[in-house]
Antibody, heavy 115, light 108 residues
Framework: QVQLQESGPRLLKPSETLSLTCSVSGDSISASSWSWIRRPPGEGLEFLGSIYNSGKTYYTPSVKSRLTMSRDTSKNQFSLKLTSVTAADTAVYYC?????????WGQGILVTVSS | EIVLTQSPDTLSLSPGDRATLSCRASQSFSSNSLAWYQQRPGQAPRLLIYGATSRSTGIPDRFSGSGSGTDFTLTISGLEPEDFAVYYCQQYGSSVRTFGHGTKVEIK
């Protein structure tokens, strides 16, 4: 059974950098592609970006200038870095497996940006 | 960017009823690359349907997907208590993946 778990700070100040890690078990991150999704309070889901099994990345244009995704194959983890956060980045962040349809999801981590 | 419009926003039904949820795209996209997800309160979304019509592993056959081009439908035939949740459609046929804003299926 594939399991994903997000970790990282839950409270940030505006202009700081959000760093999240997704720990994966039950699958090799080198064998599949992985994505980050977020859901702001009271809103719908937003696709942020993907890291493919090749290691190449894709970022949604709305966050492309601030987003970096990477992976650590030795730890079977992948990560997200979002710079210059604002209150608009407050959301539940999910890590998922896939780059099209997303078949496994972490439980999500609520990240709040507030001064 | 392809905009997905889901309707209705809320569907009030009773257990045992049939639910029909719509997802309309602002433009057509490749290969019926459309998925449906269910999200219960406090839980992560769960993949129900991919490729517009294929059920994901372990999904009961009361869930079915149909449609093509720009119009897609999720049907739940005979609502169970655990089916009252929010449902999202998502397209992955264009490079910019997008979700609809969701339809809430609530108990009448």
């Amino acid at each position: 059974q594939v399991q994903l778990q997000e970790s990282g700070p839950r409270l940030l100040k505006p202009s700081e950098t959000l760093s999240l890690t997704c720990s994966v078990s039950g699958d090799s991150i080198s064998a599949s592609s992985w994505s980050w999704i977020r859901r702001p309070p009271g809103e719908g889901l937003e696709f942020l970006g993907s890291i493919y099994n090749s290691g190449k990345t894709y970022y949604t244009p709305s966050v492309k200038s601030r987003l970096t995704m990477s992976r650590d194959t030795s730890k079977n983890q992948f990560s997200l870095k979002l710079t210059s956060v604002t209150a608009a980045d407050t959301a539940v962040y999910y890590c998922t497996r896939g780059w099209g349809s997303l078949d496994y999801w972490g439980q999500g981590i609520l990240v709040t940006v507030s001064s | 960017e392809i905009v997905l419009t889901q309707s209705p926003d809320t569907l009030s039904l009773s257990p045992g009823d049939r639910a029909t949820l719509s997802c309309r795209a602002s433009q057509s996209f490749s290969s019926n690359s459309l998925a449906w997800y269910q999200q219960r309160p406090g839980q992560a979304p769960r993949l129900l349907i991919y490729g517009a019509t294929s059920r994901s592993t372990g999904i009961p056959d009361r869930f079915s997907g149909s449609g093509s081009g720009t119009d897609f439908t999720l049907t739940i035939s005979g609502l169970e208590p655990e089916d009252f949740a929010v449902y999202y459609c998502q397209q992955y046929g264009s490079s910019v993946r997008t979700f609809g804003h969701g339809t809430k299926v609530e108990i009448k």
